[in-house]
């Protein structure tokens, strides 16, 4: 498609809308393409797992390092079990607890799997997504697909249709519009070929939860975070998931606190973009000041929408309220984290 064009979206919103938007999303992975298609955590960038000249087209697209290996999607857990070579007892107990929903397994890979989806490594990260539209289309299209965030690497991941044509645009012949990502951060990794079971990237699904089938998990100590070495999981750059504004996140007491904290890295309040959640500035001057919710998945599910309005609004500098400590804020604070750029 020419360098002026826009990817066609294609709506879900009737029962019609949706098989139609099925039948043409499968079309063309069929033929080899690449599609954006909703998940429940982000917007995914698919392609069949199993072709690796289709894979390679998911990483032109997104300008991903080869070294980033990209989740496998499926839909059922006998799919599940085809793209891995072992699986292991923390797997299927795994699975049977959390899928379909937002959690990575990260198994012993099976000989199908190409080398370009596992970064060349010899374990796989593979999901069963709950969002209905990814579930027909892999049901339909009768293979996994390999569906990286729809966005350029490194970037803020996309949680609507409106996104990911804003990121990637002409690169793309099709969006599917499924709707707003209901959880809206991208899924909990775990590597079950570790004793015990460690946490790659943590997210909504959390250490908990994880804790309570498993009886013991730990967090990956994240050694092999370079550019130059292969990763098991994806979202383990130092550097990653980020808006275009420079992104802090700080406590502060009242307006005017933040508005010293701010003066001192010679920030004016006019090219700042508040978000939220207990203290709210009520005065200060801010180019846009966003409440999101003091609930944890409230929050993750508000959270990249709210980036992207603020990149949107042509923000110089986002400011998000540090979340609070406990568990269930993992994913969210490893996210803030590795977009910070005071991390």
């Not at 699904?205 to 098991?232: K, Q």
């Amino acid at each position: 498609m020419s360098m002026e064009s826009r990817p066609e979206t294609l709506p879900t919103h009737t029962p019609e809308l949706f098989r139609e938007a099925v039948r043409r999303a499968v079309e063309r992975l069929r033929a080899g393409d690449a599609v954006a298609l909703p998940t429940e955590t982000v917007y995914g960038l698919a392609a069949n797992a199993l072709d690796p000249r289709a894979v390679a087209r998911i990483f032109e697209i997104k300008g991903r390092p080869a070294n980033n290996p990209v989740i496998v999607h499926v839909a059922s857990h006998e799919m599940a079990r085809r793209c891995a070579r072992e699986w292991p007892e923390a797997a299927q107990r795994l699975a049977a607890a959390f899928w379909p929903g937002p959690l990575t397994i990260v198994a012993p890979k099976a000989l199908d799997i190409p080398p370009i989806v596992t970064a060349g490594g010899d374990t796989v990260g593979v999901r069963w997504p709950s969002h209905p539209l990814m579930q027909a289309v892999i049901r339909e299209c009768g293979f996994p697909l390999a569906a990286p965030s729809a966005n350029p690497s490194n970037a803020l991941s996309p949680t609507s249709a409106g996104h990911v044509a804003s990121a990637l645009g002409p690169r793309l012949a099709l969006i599917v519009d499924g709707g707003q990502s209901q959880v809206g951060i991208e899924s909990t990794v775990v590597d079950v070929t570790a004793s015990p079971v460690r946490i790659l990237r943590p997210g909504i699904v959390h250490s908990e939860s994880l804790e309570a089938v498993l009886g013991g998990v730990e967090f990956d100590a994240g050694e092999s975070t370079g550019m130059d070495s292969a990763l098991r999981s994806p979202g383990q750059f130092p550097r990653h998931y980020a808006p275009r504004a420079k992104l802090l996140v700080l406590s502060w007491t009242d307006a005017a606190d933040l508005g010293a904290q701010l003066e001192k890295r010679g920030l004016a309040a006019r090219g700042v973009c508040i978000l939220a959640h207990s203290r709210v500035p009520m005065s200060g001057g801010f180019a846009r000041v966003a409440v999101v919710p003091h609930d944890a998945e409230a929050f993750a599910r508000a959270l990249y929408a709210e980036l992207h309005a603020c990149d949107a609004a042509g923000a110089e500098c986002i400011v998000v309220e540090a979340p609070p400590a406990g568990v269930e804020w993992e994913g969210i604070a490893d996210r803030l984290r590795r977009a910070s750029t005071e991390a």
